[in-house]
């Protein structure tokens, strides 16, 4: 798994961001609608909606035949909102100041998946968001929950033919926020 996840983080993340084609039959990338212009927000003029992770949650019977277009409308309607989503880095981030990461949900429930050795591919897919900062900007890593600030779009991931992505947020910023009681990540263990 450990090995699954450093290919996750690198090839997917890169890919997310349009830096490089993906490879034939190992990583399909599907980006939805136009591009959403990676600069500056304008965090004074434009509202910003925030959201639970059950806000993005949706039904899916089969990971390998799903395809964007399949997203409910009520979350198809948060596309290039400037929305504030709070959640947990992936442990697997490797260095402390990031540009690109894996956002795991902050869930009130259990986590979803609790094993040594999961990797967030595991995850339901609408419980894992790419996060990619805005330009010269950075987040710091932390155990701590964060609440993201940004631009929501979709990306789709797949890896091993399966969704295993299709949240990314163009963040402008990420904050530590306090544990709310009761709530935790959707993944604990670790690689």
Not at 62 to 81: I, N, S, T, W, Y
């Amino acid at each position: 798994m450990r090995y699954r996840l450093r290919t996750l983080l690198i090839t997917c993340l890169p890919l997310l961001a349009g830096w490089v084609q993906a490879p034939a039959n190992e990583v399909a990338i599907a980006q939805v609608s136009s591009p959403v212009a990676v600069g500056v927000l304008d965090a004074a003029t434009e509202p910003t909606t925030a959201l639970e992770w059950t806000d993005l949650a949706f039904a899916i019977k089969d990971r390998a035949h799903f395809d964007v277009a399949q997203l409910p409308d009520r979350v198809r309607a948060l596309e290039g909102k400037r929305v504030r989503l709070r959640g947990y880095f992936y442990l697997g981030t490797a260095r402390q100041e990031v540009q690109e990461f894996l956002l795991l949900g902050e869930i009130d429930t259990r986590p979803t998946v609790a094993k040594f050795g999961a990797a967030p591919d595991e995850l339901p897919i609408h419980q894992l968001a790419a996060v990619e900062m805005t330009a010269g900007k950075t987040a710091k890593f932390t155990q701590q929950p964060v609440a993201i600030t940004g631009r929501l779009t979709f990306s789709m991931v797949r890896l091993d033919g399966r969704a295993c992505l299709v949240f990314r947020i163009i963040a402008d910023s990420v904050e530590p926020v306090q544990r709310r009681s009761g709530y935790g990540p959707a993944l604990v263990g670790g690689c």
